[in-house]
């Protein structure tokens, strides 16, 4: 996810994973996505 949006492939796969989650909900949020960390899943469109 962060690779195709220009983050270079060596740093994005060298991040500690709570680092990675975080980048990749701020990607899909700046997207119109919307995360709820409560649940720790993405919400429905419809919702």
Excluded: H, I, K, Q
Aim: with cysteine; charged share 15%; net charge negative.
């Amino acid at each position: 996810m962060l690779a195709a949006r220009g983050v270079p492939w060596d740093v994005a796969t060298s991040l500690p994973p709570a680092e990675l989650m975080g980048y990749c909900v701020a990607a899909g949020e700046l997207e119109g996505g919307r995360f709820n960390w409560s649940t720790l899943e993405w919400e429905s469109p419809n919702a």
